[in-house]
């Protein structure tokens, strides 16, 4: 692949990205407007990310890639082999030894530290698109930090339901001021947007990009007496027995059989190694 | 005993596989050209180059066969590709009146100086199946007359003469205009960024938005004031040099309309037009182009918001790039399991709670 520069983008590209993130970082969740380029993936199929980790990436980084919180997904597979052929960069699946993190809709369960990067593919970037089909609107509305719609929304959940029916993508209210899309993770991660590593969200095909800086205030929109919840499947993993990750519930036959499984593929194998057993899973061959 | 599963690496291996060997099909028939596709379905790839906003016949005829005649996978492979060339500068404008023109016509005059030329144009064929391009080995091209090119004032030039029509604006400084590529969209859009988006556009997308206009949603009936397809040259300023040098020529389809009158206590009656310029012989493409720009003129001429879709220039420039459109349409076969999960286990909560309430209200009857 040398007829391409590393990491494919061209440095100016590259450039025109990180003043993009650096505004982003400034401004904590607020959505920066940048010239997104027409990636060899399709837009929606993380573009956005890609462009981000292309224009974070040195020689030196280790990169993970994780859709749905697992490395051996196809559209991972297919991003992690795009950096492999472009930047000729280590690669990994573990948590701890990556530097650089492209995740679709999780973030690692495992806690992660400063000097890590955690890239965000996003699709939707406007936590008001669906109250407010029009840029030009909500745009404004967060200028004016005009958010009542979205609580309204929230309030007629509950009324309507007995409870706020959003489970994932769910808004986010950033250092006391910008209304943020955390992207499409279920809201059982929301919690950890609060972190020691750098967080930066790229959205392509809507051509923006937000970010959080280490230890920036993220709190989930809530009321008082209807405080936000991070929910999961009731049940511990199958493979290791953990009752404090998310899970993926796995159809196992046609008769109604399941089962739960972690749905970060990396923190299971880990615990899995370390001698974690559960109900279904069998002993880790030493 | 379920085994997470692994294998996401080898199953796009063998898909690969699978796909490059259906694109070839069965090897008794002979392989397709790209040359063959570049002069015998040249109109597929002018679609290409047009939406590809590329114009390069030999680069969108081997997108074609790459992507199995699948048009729009092609314009992405071009889009891809192009994004990664430099940019050396910016030709000088292309001056379409000096066209050589293979195809004009107008529809507002019976006759124009330099003559109505119909040129290569399905629009008076019989639309009956050739059975005898069946038979292959007798297909012959039929002889044409050598093309003679003469002088073709624009049409649109004759109205203004007794400024009949309305000149097109011009801004007050010569500013050179914005980057549909390069730079964010950002709203409300100059019109010279909403004609880079029409004529990048999904042809059937704007063919729709246009045909919305004449059906009554923003009616603004149009005549065909010219149209017009040929070649012209395409000249560079090399700096070095310190004047403009010709590097290339370009095929281009224009069209101009003429649009029903305005006029306020100030000014006259006066035609107004709606402009669309398209890579190639892409004449659909260029007249949908044209309704659609005098559509979205609506606030510049004072004419009263409708509401209808073509005049809202969010609705079309977001939703007119089919390449943006099919890769969020198509990112929905990803796995999105983790936030089904989240929704399955909201939905298992709520109804567990209706549950309860209805029981309580059982008891208690």
Redo the contacts between chains.
């Keep these: 692949m040398n007829a391409?520069n590393f990491a494919y983008l061209?440095e100016q590209t590259k450039r025109m990205i990180r003043r993009a993130l650096l505004k982003g970082m400034a401004i904590p969740g607020y959505q920066v407007?940048?010239?997104?380029?027409?990636?060899?993936m399709?837009?929606?199929?993380g573009?956005g990310g890609v462009q981000v980790s292309a224009a974070v990436m040195t020689p030196e980084d280790c990169f993970k890639v994780i859709?749905?919180?697992a490395d051996?997904?196809?559209?991972?597979?297919?991003i992690r082999?795009f950096f492999q052929a472009t930047a000729g960069v280590a690669v990994t699946e573990k948590t701890a030894e990556a530097t650089v993190i492209q995740t679709?809709?999780?973030i690692p369960e495992r806690d992660l530290v400063e000097g890590q990067i955690l890239v965000y593919q996003v699709?939707i970037p406007e936590p008001l698109r669906f109250l407010e089909p029009?840029?030009?609107e909500t745009r404004k509305m967060h200028a004016l930090e005009e958010y009542g719609l979205m609580h309204v929304k929230l309030y007629e959940d509950i009324a309507r339901?007995?409870?706020i029916?959003t489970?994932?993508?769910y808004p986010v209210k950033v250092e006391g001021r910008y209304v943020m899309d955390p992207s499409?993770?279920?809201?059982?991660d929301n919690p950890k947007l609060s972190m020691a590593a750098i967080q930066l969200f790229g959205a392509g095909?809507e051509?923006r990009i937000y970010a959080l800086p280490p230890y920036t205030e993220v709190v989930s929109l809530d009321f008082e007496d209807y405080p936000f919840q991070a929910?999961?499947?009731d049940h511990d993993c199958?493979?290791c027995g953990a009752d404090n990750s998310?899970?993926?519930?796995?159809i196992?036959d046609d008769a109604g059989g399941r089962?739960f499984?972690c749905?970060d593929?990396d923190f299971?194998s880990e615990r899995r190694e370390a001698g974690h057993v559960g109900a279904?899973g069998?002993e880790a061959v030493a | 005993m379920y085994v997470a599963v692994k294998g996401g690496e080898r199953a796009i291996d063998n898909a690969h596989d699978w796909l490059a060997e259906e694109r070839r099909g069965p090897e008794d028939v002979a392989e397709l050209g790209v040359a063959q596709i570049k002069t015998q379905l040249s109109l597929a790839v002018n679609r290409v180059m047009a939406e590809g906003s590329l114009f390069d016949p030999d680069l969108a005829a081997l997108a074609i066969k790459q992507s199995r005649g699948d048009l729009i996978e092609a314009i992405f492979l071009i889009r891809a590709y192009r994004t990664t060339l430099p940019r050396f500068g910016y030709s000088a404008p292309v001056e379409t009146g000096a066209m050589a023109c293979d195809r004009r016509i107008s529809a507002t005059f019976k006759d124009v100086p330099g003559g109505q030329v119909l040129g290569p144009t399905f629009d008076y064929t019989h639309r009956l199946l050739d059975f005898a391009l069946e038979a292959e080995g007798l297909d012959r091209a039929a002889e044409v007359e050598p093309e003679v090119h003469p002088v073709m004032p624009r049409v649109s030039q004759f109205l203004n003469k007794e400024g009949l029509i309305q000149d097109e604006p011009r801004p007050e400084v010569d500013e050179t205009p914005g980057d549909l590529t390069r730079e964010p969209l950002e709203l409300p859009a100059a019109r010279p960024l909403r004609l880079q988006a029409l004529t990048r556009g999904d042809e059937g997308f704007v063919l729709s938005m246009a045909y919305s206009t004449q059906r009554g949603y923003a009616k603004n009936h149009p005549f065909v004031g010219e149209l017009r397809i040929g070649t012209v040259p395409v000249e560079m300023e090399i700096p070095e040099l310190g004047f403009a040098i010709e590097i290339g020529e370009v095929v281009l389809t224009e069209c101009e309309t003429v649009n029903q009158f305005t006029g306020s206590k100030t000014e006259p009656a006066q035609f107004t037009r709606g402009y669309g310029l398209v890579f190639g012989q892409t004449e659909r493409k260029a007249i949908s182009m044209a309704l659609v720009d005098r559509a979205l003129r609506w606030k510049e001429l004072g004419e009263d918001d409708k509401g209808a879709p073509a005049q809202d220039e969010e609705f079309v420039l977001y939703h007119a790039d089919n390449i943006q459109a099919t890769g969020f349409l198509e990112h929905i076969k990803l796995p999105h399991y983790v936030d089904f999960q989240s929704e399955l286990e909201l939905v298992r909560k709520l109804r567990r709670e209706a549950d309860m309430r209805q029981q309580m209200r059982e008891a208690a009857e």
């Design positions: 391409y061209d407007p940048f010239a997104s380029r027409e990636m060899p399709p837009y929606g199929w573009t859709d749905q919180g051996d997904t196809t559209n991972a597979v297919s082999r679709r809709h999780r699709p029009s840029e030009v339901h007995g409870d029916s489970s994932y993508a499409p993770i279920p809201k059982f095909r051509q929910g999961r499947a199958d493979l998310y899970l993926d519930e796995v196992t089962m499984v749905s593929t299971c279904l069998v």
